[in-house]
């Protein structure tokens, strides 16, 4: 039954997966295609705001594969595919406690909790999102699935040289995927501190932390840099503040929401709101029912609330708490809401709660496949109506130091194209004498005003085209992009 759950879940990743690179996909992209390991390492990590390995895993990956948006998303959906295995083996282990303890087994219908879990996360339209997306959060929920797998084998069966191995490598892979996992990594640590069965236990546990540390010991300048570029960022567009995930309540809604009802949302909030409560009932449910029948599972409790917790504190200094980021504790939700669900002793609620949360599952994802807006940025279709339309004597502008890096993924004549700014902040003189030096002798300008309120609060670079007698004649939009204003100069 796990493999037909995986085949399905395949299936349901395979679907959309060509749509257009975004900005964050795009500037990995071109940072795998266009630079050298060393050239990564000495220019591009101290920028970035993660781990290497997952841009290291890229960079091997296309070298092979080729530089298609079905070959760079394919390691998430390969490890998203392996977390739902992972899952249905996580749960196999709570089955076996249940097991010992003398329990019946568990089910609904013919699908027992191990099968229930994994088919949650199969079609979890959340999961299938970020499964498709060419950027590290797959990679890490496979990583932390591993990692609380292990660590179940060692706390619960044996210590053995192969578990502490795999605990070991899990530990390590995860630490040089993503930094907001290091919250579950440093709730193992502590739990096992607490739990500990023996000193030796303890010990044998905290050796297989090594490896990181030898990580750090070299990495650690690395990220000093980064966060010295992250403070930089943050003082510079404080905007950025709430689009990196500031500690806010609605920021901790969107977490609740978007694990239910997915990466979708509604123009009509009345819609939105009505459909968060609808589909939140036999989440909630099931939460409520493994709530009270929490023994011998507190790991994935504090797998999936302490992160939460941890980020949310941390964030109110170091922004970061983002319902996107949290993909690495959402096994442990569908694991919870899965045992929740087999616990309801009434077998007719029980079909009931459990089909609402697959018909609501599959509503989510049905939405997301046929409808454009809610699918990725599409650069593509925006570079090529400006590449389609562009004559000899204009330009498109970027109000960004350089196009951005969607743009230039896409684009095939890069004459055509400049960032008017002289900073990811524009400076008033200093980004007018740029524009107005690089439209001296246009006669149409391509305006695209994506992440305008971030890096063009001040409206510099419009109000420099109208002063310049430039006047919007035409505005097209792109979903996600947002609209791209065709200037003409007024005199012609």
Request: with cysteine.
């Amino acid at each position: 039954m796990i493999y037909l759950v995986v085949f399905i879940g395949l299936i349901l990743r395979l679907i959309t997966i060509n749509q257009s690179l975004w900005l964050d996909e795009a500037i990995g992209a071109i940072a795998a295609r266009e630079m050298s390991v060393y050239q990564m390492f000495e220019s591009f990590f101290t920028v970035d705001n993660h781990p290497p390995l997952y841009y290291l895993l890229l960079k091997l990956w296309t070298s092979i594969f080729g530089y298609s948006e079905f070959s760079l998303r394919f390691p998430s959906i390969l490890f998203s595919l392996l977390t739902i295995y992972l899952v249905y083996k996580i749960a196999l282990l709570i089955q076996r406690l249940e097991k010992d303890d003398h329990k019946p087994m568990r089910s609904v219908g013919l699908f027992t909790y191990p099968t229930v879990a994994a088919l949650l996360l199969a079609i979890s339209q959340f999961n299938i999102y970020f499964s498709q997306e060419a950027r590290m959060y797959s990679m890490a929920a496979f990583f932390a699935s591993l990692l609380v797998y292990f660590f179940i084998k060692l706390y619960t069966v044996r210590v053995s040289w192969f578990y502490m191995l795999g605990f070991s490598l899990a530990l390590l892979c995860l630490g040089t995927t993503d930094y907001l996992p290091y919250f579950l990594i440093l709730t193992i640590a502590l739990f096992a501190l607490v739990k500990k069965s023996s000193w030796k236990w303890l010990f044998n546990v905290y050796t297989c932390f090594i490896p990181l540390a030898v990580f750090w010991v070299f990495w650690f300048t690395t990220f000093s840099r980064q966060s010295q570029g992250g403070s930089w960022l943050v003082t510079t567009l404080p905007a950025w503040k709430n689009l990196a995930g500031g500690a806010t309540l609605k920021q901790l809604i969107l977490v609740w929401i978007k694990f239910i009802l997915g990466r979708v949302s509604f123009v009509n909030k009345y819609v939105y709101v009505a459909l968060a409560f609808l589909f939140s009932l036999p989440y909630a449910t099931s939460l409520i029912l493994a709530f009270r029948n929490r023994n011998k599972r507190g790991i994935l409790w504090l797998w999936m609330t302490a992160p939460l917790f941890l980020s949310y504190l941390t964030s109110f200094v170091v922004p970061s708490f983002a319902y996107f980021r949290f993909l690495f504790v959402y096994p442990a939700f569908v694991l919870i809401v899965a045992w929740g669900l087999v616990n309801i002793k009434n077998e007719l609620a029980k079909k009931l709660v459990f089909y609402s949360i697959v018909i609501s599952a599959l509503f989510s994802c049905i939405y997301y496949y046929g409808n454009s807006s809610q699918q990725r940025e599409n650069w593509r279709g925006a570079v090529a109506f400006v590449e389609g339309n562009i004559q000899r004597s204009e330009v498109a502008i970027f109000e960004y130091p350089e196009p951005f890096a969607p743009y230039r993924w896409y684009e095939k004549r890069p004459a055509f194209s400049i960032g008017v700014t002289d900073s990811i902040s524009a400076g008033s003189e200093e980004t007018r004498d740029i524009l107005i030096k690089t439209i001296n002798t246009k006669t149409g300008i391509y305006y695209f005003d994506y992440l305008h309120d971030l890096s063009d609060p001040q409206d510099i670079v419009r109000k420099t085209l109208t002063e310049q007698k430039f006047s919007a004649k035409e505005i097209v939009s792109f979903s996600g992009v947002g609209q791209i204003y065709h200037y003409r100069k007024d005199s012609l």
